[in-house]
T-cell receptor
Framework: DGGITQSPKYLFRKEGQNVTLSCEQN?????MYWYRQDPGQGLRLIYY???????QKGDIAEGYSVSREKKESFPLTVTSAQKNPTAFYLC????????????FGPGTRLTVL | QKEVEQNSGPLSVPEGAIASLNCTYS??????FFWYRQYSGKSPELIMF????GDKEDGRFTAQLNKASQYVSLLIRDSQPSDSATYLC??????????FGAGTILRVKS
């Protein structure tokens, strides 16, 4: 089955800790994205990568870091510098077609204790 | 700042009725427009996309695009209780980034 997987589904973090969220895709998509969703709000772009070994900041990159060492993988690290990290984190990849449609993984819900 | 605006709702319709969801956008240069459905606690799933003015139909769903007026809408015919969800409108930006609206909550009452 082709798709996007994210792990873990739920993650609890103590204040001051860094945590890494996993995102893997086997769709052979070049581009991958990380979004954050807060209750009652739309998705906000954190980072995106259009090709291996390259990535760009989105609208709310402060306190986050990413890497793109493999085409299939785009992990997101939430650092202790992120002041309000409790949110639903969504990873997506896009097919590069005429409309470059994005498809989403199941998400990781991060809670800071 | 490019913006995508949606009425937050909730929009309540009876089962079998037509649900009409609207979205306006600020960037006249936008080329592609997407509708996603999101159930509570789940990730968004693509319903359909549109990039030409006019209507595009897919089963019970019809997307309508009017670039001159900068709005895109989604019609759901024969609404079912299973259609109850949040519907997200997304508009492409330069570099294949998407800008999302906050979503409209739809409730279909049986």
């Amino acid at each position: 089955d082709g798709g996007i997987t994210q792990s873990p589904k739920y993650l609890f973090r103590k204040e001051g800790q860094n945590v890494t969220l996993s995102c893997e895709q086997n769709l052979n998509h070049d581009a991958m994205y990380w979004y954050r969703q807060d209750p009652g709000q739309g998705l906000r772009l954190i980072y995106y990568s259009q090709i291996v070994n390259d990535f760009q900041k989105g609208d709310i990159a402060e306190g986050y870091s990413v890497s793109r060492e493999k085409k299939e993988s785009f992990p997101l690290t939430v650092t202790s510098a992120q002041k309000n990290p409790t949110a639903f984190y969504l990873c997506a990849s896009s097919d590069g077609g005429p409309t470059d449609t994005q498809y989403f993984g199941p998400g990781t819900r991060l809670t800071v204790l | 700042q490019k913006e995508v605006e949606q009425n937050s709702g909730p929009l309540s319709v009876p089962e079998g009725a037509i649900a009409s969801l609207n979205c306006t956008y600020s960037d006249r240069g936008s080329q592609s427009f997407f509708w996603y459905r999101q159930y509570s606690g789940k990730s968004p799933e693509l319903i359909m996309f549109i990039y030409s003015n006019g209507d595009k139909e897919d089963g019970r769903f019809t997307a309508q695009l009017n670039k001159a007026s900068q709005y895109v809408s989604l019609l759901i015919r024969d609404s079912q209780p299973s259609d109850s969800a949040t519907y997200l409108c997304a508009v492409n930006e330069y570099g294949n980034k998407l800008v999302f609206g906050a979503g409209t909550i739809l409730r279909v009452k049986s």
